[in-house]
């Protein structure tokens, strides 16, 4: 059964748009809420500086880190097109690119071979005289 029509039955006064977190009639709580919450929860964690929108920020740089399309992450957040994504988040590519080259650098660079510890032979090819 499609949840929303459980959750219509369950609760009639539910919002059909679908909220993961609303107030008990369906309806999205108003912004303020969530960004009182959040300074709640930094200051008992101890952390400072932080901002509701930095965990827009965090989410849309880790996702492109993680490899996830540009596209995808536009819609996600709900830009108008992905040069707005690309513009805002675009440096999070570059990072990426550079770090994904150095592995590749990385898994072809040849390892240091150890000393040999016996006489190396003269290859005749290199020693005759033509």
Known sequence: M???????KQYPSYNPDGYVF???????????????????????????????????HTFATRSLEQGMDIVTLSRLLGHANP????????????DHKRQ????????YAAPPQPPSSQPTQKDPWLTMEW
Do not use: W
């Not at 609303?22 to 101890?46: H, I, M, S, W």
């Not at 994904?100 to 898994?107: E, P, T």
């Open 2 to 8: 499609n949840i929303q029509l459980s959750l219509k």
């Open 22 to 56: 609303c107030q008990e009639n369906g309806d999205p709580y108003e912004p303020r809420t969530y960004e009182d919450l959040f300074k709640r929860c930094v200051r008992q964690a101890g952390i400072r500086d932080a901002n509701f929108h930095a965990l827009r």
């Open 83 to 94: 040069s707005v994504t690309m513009d805002k988040y675009g440096h999070a590519i570059d």
């Open 100 to 107: 994904s080259v150095q592995r590749l650098d990385d898994l």
